[in-house]
């Protein structure tokens, strides 16, 4: 009958329970921001943020936590001062710009080749781009691991010429 009786109190505190860890969830969080204006372009250094606090329940996804999250990063528009960003308005610094000349690594077990190419696009380390092959004119698709060099994945399109189209 204790037991019973135990039980049955537990069961009648829960829903109090459970109220209070909800507001527990839902109070504030403490977040990322700039401590001034960030210019798009600009490298995020330590000094250019600080924390602030918002309603949990407020909270967005993808808004950053942690300082080391995005220091070193940069901006991809203006992030103004005291106002929480989203982890898609900063990106890898850009390395490697579109139009640029590059070099590209090919390694496969045993045999490195290294050829020129003309970046389509552009990135930071780590990113990938798309590559043409001058000769070729075939387009390939790279991981850039410095400025101004890409480790080849392979062709992004088959080339084409007259034999194909016959």
Not at 56 to 81: W, Y
Not at 152 to 162: D, F, H, Q
Request: hydrophobic share 45%; no cysteine.
């Amino acid at each position: 009958m204790r037991k019973f009786l135990l039980y049955l109190g537990l069961f009648a505190l829960a829903p109090a329970l459970l109220l209070a860890a909800g507001s527990a969830f839902a109070s504030t969080v403490r977040v990322v921001v700039p401590v001034h204006d960030i210019a798009r372009g600009d490298t995020i250094s330590e000094t250019d943020l600080t924390y602030a606090t918002l309603d949990g329940a407020a909270l967005m996804s993808g808004i950053p936590t942690k300082m080391v999250e995005v220091l070193g990063l940069q901006a991809r528009r203006t992030l103004s001062a005291g106002q929480p960003f989203r982890s898609e308005d900063v990106r890898r610094p850009i390395v490697i710009t579109k139009g640029q000349t590059v070099t590209m690594q090919f390694i496969v077990p045993g045999v490195e080749l290294t050829a020129m190419g003309r970046a389509m696009s552009e990135g930071g380390v780590g990113d990938t781009v798309t590559i043409q092959n001058p000769a070729s004119y075939r387009m390939i698709s790279g991981t850039v691991i410095a400025p101004g060099t890409v480790r080849a994945m392979g062709p992004i399109s088959a080339p084409t010429s007259n034999l194909a189209r016959r």
